[in-house]
């Protein structure tokens, strides 16, 4: 459970110490959007939107299989979290490379899915984590704060529809784990992954190497 901060002395003394204390939390940050479906509320009404909505979710397996690292959804946008202990204790996800062909066959099957009308399309961004820390400031609820989540948010603005953006951070995770399962770097979705971007994201001091991996048919 996340530390919980709540001290209404402002200058308290024992708030500095408790939060000089707060060990990181290294994991995988996911943000999935739902995308058009803004648009959809201004042309149907609920039975049209709330279906297609519901059908989405309902079909992105990562929200099925982590369910208790789903932080928190703004309007059709998701924020998963998943620290490394966590995946770690996993029975079927259990490695980067996983979860990056987990979501990947997601778009594409909600992509390809021959009945256009039953979803929508989705846009993903990917980021390792160090600079993570799971706290809250409200009470029994879970959540996660620190630079590396802000950076994944940062990343979604090279999303557009069918696409993944992830990160090198995460990449470079990805590509250790198939050294250590002896795969070949370009296997599976990797062969469609795009070399480096490098962007200076607004907020962020230091330049981002990222990369795209835009699902087709």
């Given at each position: 459970m996340a530390y919980f901060i709540h001290f209404n002395d402002p200058n308290s003394p024992e708030m500095e110490e408790f939060l000089q204390g707060i060990p990181t939390c290294p994991g995988t940050c996911f943000f999935i959007?739902?995308?058009?479906?803004?648009?959809?509320?201004?042309?149907?009404?609920?039975?049209?939107?709330?279906?297609?909505?519901?059908n989405t979710f309902n079909f992105i397996s990562l929200l099925n299989d982590f369910p208790d690292n789903i932080v928190k959804g703004i309007g059709d946008e998701i924020m998963l979290y998943i620290p490394d202990e966590e995946l770690k204790e996993k029975q079927t996800i259990r490695t980067y490379y996983q979860l990056l062909e987990e979501i990947y066959s997601t778009v594409f099957n909600i992509k390809s899915f021959p009945e256009r009308e039953m979803f929508l399309?989705?846009?993903?961004?990917?980021?390792?984590?160090?600079e993570v820390y799971n706290i809250t400031f409200f009470k029994?609820?879970?959540?996660?704060?620190?630079?590396?989540?802000d950076l994944t948010?940062?990343?979604?603005?090279?999303?557009?529809?069918?696409?993944i953006v992830l990160s090198e951070k995460f990449f470079v995770k990805v590509q250790n784990d198939l050294v250590n399962l002896g795969m070949p770097p370009g296997y599976g979705c990797l062969s469609k992954v795009s070399?480096?971007?490098?962007?200076?994201?607004r907020g962020v001091p230091e330049s981002t190497e990222y990369r795209v991996l835009d699902v087709g048919n």
């Open positions: 959007d739902i995308n058009k479906s803004t648009d959809l509320k201004y042309t149907g009404g609920l039975s049209d939107w709330g279906r297609k909505l519901n399309p989705c846009k993903v961004s990917i980021h390792y984590c160090t029994e609820a879970n959540d996660y704060y620190g630079k590396d989540i948010a940062r990343l979604m603005t090279k999303a557009v529809d069918n696409r070399g480096p971007f490098l962007e200076t994201f």
